[in-house]
């Protein structure tokens, strides 16, 4: 137990380093965006629940699982999605119109 | 060979790819060029990651002799990612309280998958050693209380629920009471993981303390509160990656986390708050302090044709919006004025507040949404010295972010916030509903010096009535 937690506090601990320099580096112009994908990103948290669901060892370890995928799912889905739609907004010189 | 495809090193293999996948996906959204780059490195992390895991259960369930319930996995796929369309689709002027409930949905996953682990952990013949306790509590409590307060977040966004603040005496130390309740029995679980009763109490807990910390913040505070709430969620999506072991969930919870905190640094700095103020949640205090004393002082306001004379005169014009353009859906509106005075020869540019809006990076969305070349929003830093050569400042629904008192007057309650100095424009352009003072309650001293003209009306009329006279008059 203790060498995985002292390896999972070191990956933390580089993974936030990590992006506080990524995101720092981030237009302010992009935050809204920015806050949308980290949303989609954070949502990985769905592969804990497709153990859960696969799995079924309890039956209310089933229906939480399947709640918690509904609930990861429609972020990854929603976030990628509105960030692409707000992305495609943002262009630097204007559309020549008819 | 199918066996490598779901072994431990294999899985392991694709986490690794999926992690730097996602790395490079916030490195790419940087700037606007590479962004949408970053979206497909994501969503391919996303899909090995997915994949990945369903492969290495299918082996898993092989070798421990257990079937594997492909049908409600995917199930619960397909029907997450239909609810995950229409939320894809809103309109921008919905994307904070849209933002708002999707920290709510990653933080409610975190905590149904938490609370799924503690009751198999403690049922289970290895029981709940004391670190994986100790994760699942911090886990449990940031997730549930990130669901009810980005719940009400959202609420309050969508104004469904008030949006003033809602105090009471001694609301701190009822809040860090319950707090520390919360933790208390987290600490005492740690040490009798097999106490289930007291889980509940600390999930119920943790829940009703994120209403209590979201319901004192009023709206202008939004900005900040979204942010933290994007943290917590990240931290606790990173407690989950403690739990199960999964260096990936770690990392993408790490890295929401810094997001989050880097983001509410920037917008607490931008409000002048101090970081422990943000962290206690006390954003409501500014609220509490405004007492503007109203007294006769005259105002000169203008026409829609007379600002159009004034706006088409000038060589340099800076628009200021805030949420008010948001509110009354102007910046289409906008888009066309700055169009019509392009066309004019007039230099047009946008000053954006962090703080201006209800998220970070609100009111950039919406201009980029009305066709405005993004390399014309300029941020705060980079324009406020150029105030003194504008010829007219045109601010449209924004107002503490415009206030001079707040570097001047010792007693305002948002002393020491850094402000747009549009009061050193020649001229300064307020589109404003009445002389009512804005949600906050603060008396703006701007809006009765010598070179600011009012323009009373709704945002959206009067811009598109200064557009008619513009256009039209030519």
């Known amino acids: 137990m203790g060498t995985i937690l002292i390896d999972s506090l070191f990956v933390f601990m580089l993974a936030g380093f990590i992006g506080f320099e990524v995101i720092k580096r981030i237009s302010p112009l992009l935050h809204t965006p920015l806050m949308s994908i980290t949303n989609a990103l954070d949502a990985i948290a769905v592969v804990g629940a497709i153990v859960l669901v696969g799995r079924s060892e309890t039956p209310m370890a089933k229906i939480l699982g399947i709640l918690a995928v509904i609930a990861a799912t429609s972020n990854i889905v929603g976030g990628f999605l509105i960030t692409d739609r707000m992305l495609k907004m943002f262009k630097s010189t204007r559309p020549t119109k008819s | ?474």
Not at chain 2, 10 to 33: E, Q, R
Not at chain 2, 84 to 103: D, E, F, I, K
Not at chain 2, 301 to 307: F, I, K, M, T, Y
């Open chain 2, 1 to 474: 060979m199918t066996d490598f495809f779901g072994s431990q090193a294999f899985i392991g293999f694709v986490y690794l790819i999926a992690s730097a996948l996602f790395i490079l996906s916030l490195k790419w959204m940087n700037a606007p060029p590479t962004a949408r780059r970053g979206i497909l490195a994501g969503e391919i992390g996303m899909v090995l990651a997915i994949g990945g895991t369903i492969l290495q259960l299918g082996t898993e369930g092989k070798l421990e002799h257990i079937a594997i319930n492909y049908t409600w996995i995917f199930i619960a796929l397909g029907i997450g990612a239909a609810i995950g369309v229409p939320l894809g689709m809103v309109q921008m002027t919905a994307v904070p309280q849209r933002t708002a409930l999707s920290h709510a949905f990653g933080a409610f996953c975190v905590t149904l998958v938490g609370t799924a682990e503690y009751y198999l952990g403690i049922h289970s013949p290895a029981g709940m050693p004391g670190f994986k306790m100790s994760v699942l509590c911090c886990e449990v409590i940031l997730g549930g209380l990130t669901v009810t307060g980005s719940l009400m977040a959202a609420g309050k966004l969508q104004e469904v629920l008030p949006q003033r603040p809602i105090t009471f005496k001694g609301q701190n130390i009822f809040n860090l009471g319950m707090l520390a309740v919360a933790i208390g029995i987290a600490v005492y679980l740690v040490h009798n993981p097999n106490a289930s009763y007291l889980y509940p109490i600390m999930v119920g807990i943790a829940v009703v303390f994120g209403v209590m910390l979201v319901i004192p913040i009023g709206g202008a505070d939004m900005p900040t509160v979204i942010s933290l709430l994007n943290s917590y969620a990240g931290l606790s999506a990173a407690a989950m990656g403690f739990v199960l072991n999964n260096k990936l969930l770690i990392i993408a919870g790490a890295l929401d986390g810094s997001s989050g905190f880097i983001l509410s640094v920037i917008m607490s700095k931008a409000m002048n708050r101090s970081f422990t103020n943000v962290l206690f949640g006390a954003f409501g205090q500014v609220q509490a302090a405004a007492a503007g004393t109203q007294e006769d002082r005259t105002v000169r306001s203008a026409s829609p044709e007379e600002s159009a004379g004034i706006l088409a005169a000038a060589n340099r014009v800076v628009v200021v919006p805030g949420y008010g353009m948001a509110v009354a859906q102007a910046q289409h509106k906008v888009r066309e004025l700055y169009d019509a005075l392009t066309k004019r020869g007039v230099d047009v540019q946008f000053a954006i507040h962090p703080v201006a809006g209800r998220m970070p990076g609100h009111m950039n969305v919406l201009l980029a949404e009305a066709d405005v070349p993004y390399d014309h929003l300029k941020e705060m830093d980079e324009i406020n010295g150029d105030f003194p050569q504008v010829d007219v400042a045109l601010i449209i629904g924004a107002n503490d972010v415009t206030n001079p008192a707040a570097k001047t007057d010792k007693a305002s309650p948002i002393y020491g916030m850094p402000v747009l100095d549009v009061e050193k424009a020649h001229t300064t352009m307020v589109i404003k509903r009445s002389m009512n003072p804005g949600f906050a309650g603060i008396d703006n001293p701007l809006y009765y010096m010598p070179n600011t003209l009012m323009l009373f009306g709704d945002a959206k009329v009067f811009v598109s009535n200064i557009v008619k006279e513009l256009t039209g008059g030519h």
